[in-house]
């Protein structure tokens, strides 16, 4: 596998603290005040140029969460936040709205290069011949800088924009399903972002249209002490279909940078979403300083019979990590699928998992996780499968793999299972395995470097999973697996 | 070519090499035979630098370097291979993966161009071929499920990928029936070569039938009790181990 001794080289490109994307840009950012307060979402509101009603959600959003308590039921330690000391919005100075690419802050063209996302169409055309076409939404601190392939997109009738374009241009739609799977009451991070949500990406496939290439978006954190509050919006109207990727990184900080983003996916009657996520956001350093706290919302409504929603996530960054990419199982026959590989290393702490509410008749899911722990890491898999009363003939197949390396680090399962209605079949199934020594040696006998060996392990106890990854995006994944566990063993 | 003075080795902390002299000449095969609990698999361990195996004193030069310095993945980019008695299961790696890597491993490491896809199917389709390995095996997990046939007809491949200069093969006699015996052996005959030099352990004559040895040393207590030709194995396939410390004979 070539994938293998790329990895080792890569490793070798990496400074001492092993993160590849923790350079931070020089760029000009303009700042509301620090802390949070009606004016300051008052401030970003206007700062974008908002119709009054998503004030109003906004500011009904941020009296509730005033009220709210953080959640402390995650298996996952960290000092109490102090909500008053962040900045809640940033934005670079020159980017308030670019017409073209020439527009754009070339000192910003030059970050997402070094984090080799492609931004200029005419480059992704020229790159290797029948290489398929990914159309990019690069959202940088707390806005989308530039959407490409949009033109080649609206002649399918796909609208892929940033969040806040969708507002302007697109009201009835926002209006119509932003909040209708995360309401604004669901939950603290979730309030917290429906006040100050800065940008996202918001995609709309009409109905019987097959988007034509895959979509994508990279998110950048950069400010210091800034959080981010990203939205996204994904609807897939009756028959549609849309695979998504989203991407993340930050620099490397020695204060911890909060991201609290929320995700909602909807899918009318016969629709198909795939939503994968790469998630690189800086660990912390090797004492488990710094890091992004990534809590975050994600839920797929299977609104319409027939109807798919599948996430697939590979969790290999962050401080800790908070985050169950759920389906709502609504639709008759629907199916939500949840595909999950999480590596933690150093201190990282993941506490990811996913929630299947089977609600409608003959709704189906299927749960894959795979767990790797190493270092001192805490990796924990918490889930909830339930099948409410008129779910009949509801089916789940849940398979939870925890792998090991080392002896200081835990691998937790939590599953919880609901079943209301006696037809409900649910099967659950879990392993924890260690790479043992001797598969190591056995590997090292044959020549590979630890590094290599450890990563082809790995790369095999997640094949699975990696398996439901855009065909694009498995190279560079598999190469990120080796990266994350570099110095594990030894 | 290989060359073993005053061995020890101790493995949780007992004795289990006691001053072992062995030296084998390019081109030589060479048998170890002895009863169990004599140290033939902790030779084979030491040799290819397993983590438990501790060398309190002694010497193992090959090819006029120190062995013992190299670590295990350098050592078989020098040229070292072990045919394991009990291979190991690597689950959802593809046994062409695996291979792929470990050969391209040790191309580059040797400063050898890495293999080509095409190139590197066609030498593994044709090395499969005479060791009567299907295609469809070498797709699956790298040894999951596999019968004790396969897994020793697939340690042999690895063995003629990795072109090594020193084979140890150890007791992959074991598990096998007549007919993979026999292919096995021509496996590991059709690698003989003047450039080459191979380490037999076995605890039974019957392997030595099919890859002929040049020399047969019998370990017993950590040492090299008694050396000979081939024709010392067929003696200790009469008279058993008995003479050399073990109350069990040979079978």
Known sequence: ?490 | MLEIKNLHAKVDGREILNGLDLTIPAGEVHAIMGPNGSGKSTLSYVLAGKDDYEVTDGSVTWKGEDLLAMEPDERAAAGVFLAFQYPMEIPGVATMTFLRSAVNAVRKARGEEEYSTPDFLRTVKEKAKDLKIDMEMLRRPLNVGFSGGEKKRNEILQMSLLEPGLCILDETDSGLDIDALRIVSDGVNALRSPERCMLVITHYQRLLNHIVPDRVHVLSKGRVARSGGPELALELEKSGYADYGDEATAA
């Open chain 1, 1 to 490: 596998m070539p994938a293998v001794e790329q990895t080792v080289e890569r490793v070798k490109e990496i400074d001492v603290d092993k993160y590849k994307y923790g350079f931070s840009t020089d760029i000009e950012s303009v700042r509301a005040p620090k802390g949070l307060s009606e004016d300051i979402v008052r401030f970003i509101s206007a700062k974008k140029g908002e119709p009054g009603w998503l004030l109003d959600w906004r500011l009904e959003a941020y009296r509730r969460w005033r009220t709210m308590q953080e959640p402390t039921w995650a298996k996952v330690h960290y000092p109490k936040i102090d909500f008053d000391d962040l900045y809640y919005y940033a934005a670079p100075k020159s980017t308030e709205g670019p017409k073209s690419l020439d527009e754009v802050d070339p000192e910003l063209l030059r970050t997402y290069e070094k984090l080799g996302i492609p931004l200029k169409e005419q480059e992704v055309l020229a790159g290797v011949q029948g290489a398929p076409k990914v159309a990019v939404d690069a959202v940088f601190d707390s806005v989308s800088v530039v959407t490409t392939f949009k033109e080649e997109l609206a002649k399918a009738g796909v609208i892929f924009c940033s969040i806040s374009e969708a507002v302007r241009t697109h009201p009835e739609l926002v209006k119509k399903y932003l909040g209708s799977v995360v309401p604004i009451t669901d939950n603290f991070y979730a309030t917290l972002n429906s006040a100050v949500f800065s940008d996202g990406s918001f995609v709309y496939v009409p109905e019987g249209v097959r988007c034509p290439m895959e979509l994508s978006t990279y998110f950048r954190i950069n400010a210091e002490n800034t959080g981010q509050f990203e939205r996204t919006l994904i609807i897939a109207d009756k028959g549609a279909y849309v695979s998504y990727l989203e991407g993340c990184t930050a620099p490397m900080r020695d204060e911890n940078q909060l991201h609290a983003a929320v995700v909602e996916l909807v899918a009318l009657d016969d629709a198909e979403i795939k939503y994968s996520t790469v998630q690189n956001w800086y660990p912390g350093d090797a004492e488990g300083k710094g890091g992004v706290y990534n809590f975050v919302t994600k839920r797929g409504d299977c609104r319409g019979d027939r109807s798919k929603i599948s996430w697939t996530q590979v969790e290999t960054g962050s401080a800790i990590t908070w985050k169950y990419p759920s389906c709502i199982l609504r639709g008759h026959g629907s199916r939500g699928e949840f595909y999950s590989i999480a590596i933690s290393n150093g201190y990282q702490q993941v506490d990811s998992g996913t929630k299947m509410i089977h609600l409608g008749r003959d709704t189906s899911s299927r749960i894959i996780s795979k767990g790797i722990a190493a270092g001192f890491s805490d990796n924990t898999y918490r889930g909830l499968v339930s099948a409410h009363r008129k779910a009949t003939n509801a089916r789940n197949f849940t398979c939870c793999d925890s792998l090991l390396i080392g002896d200081k680090c835990g691998a937790h399962t939590v599953p919880y299972i609901e079943a209301k209605n006696a037809s409900a079949t649910f099967e659950h199934e879990a392993t924890t395995s260690k790479i043992s020594d001797d598969q190591l040696f056995y590997c090292l006998s044959r020549g590979l470097s630890e590094e290599e060996a450890v990563a082809l392990i790995v790369n095999g106890f997640v094949r699975d999973v990696l398996q439901q990854l855009p065909m694009e995006f498995m190279a560079e994944t598999q190469k990120l697996i080796g990266i994350s566990l570099e110095g594990s063993v030894g």
